[in-house]
């Protein structure tokens, strides 16, 4: 696979900003479990991982919510130092 593009919800459906054009406030309430908690940086690490071990020229990661800096700066500082790890 040449390229791998991956959206990621750190922060399931957290959000502290309420904007009113926000389509998933509703989508969350709806399900049968509305927050399903912080990505682990387990999980991070495995994603950053298996990206970079499939792709054969580029990966493009991107961030949605809830809001993903609840995740907090910590989190993303991790998710820069795994790239570089698993970077070829």
């Known amino acids: 696979m040449k390229g791998v593009s991956m959206l990621i919800k750190p922060a399931s459906g ?3 900003l309420r904007c009113r054009y926000c389509f998933y406030e509703d989508v969350a309430e709806n399900r049968a479990e509305a927050d399903l908690g912080l990505m682990s940086e ?3 690490e495995l994603l950053v991982r298996q990206a970079m071990e499939l792709a054969q020229e580029r990966v493009s990661f ?3 919510g809830g809001e993903p800096m609840i995740r907090g700066l910590p989190f993303y500082e991790r998710f820069i130092r795994l790239e570089a790890q698993y970077a070829r």
């Open 42 to 44: 387990e999980t991070l």
């Open 62 to 64: 991107a961030f949605q």
């Open 14 to 16: 957290r959000c502290n």
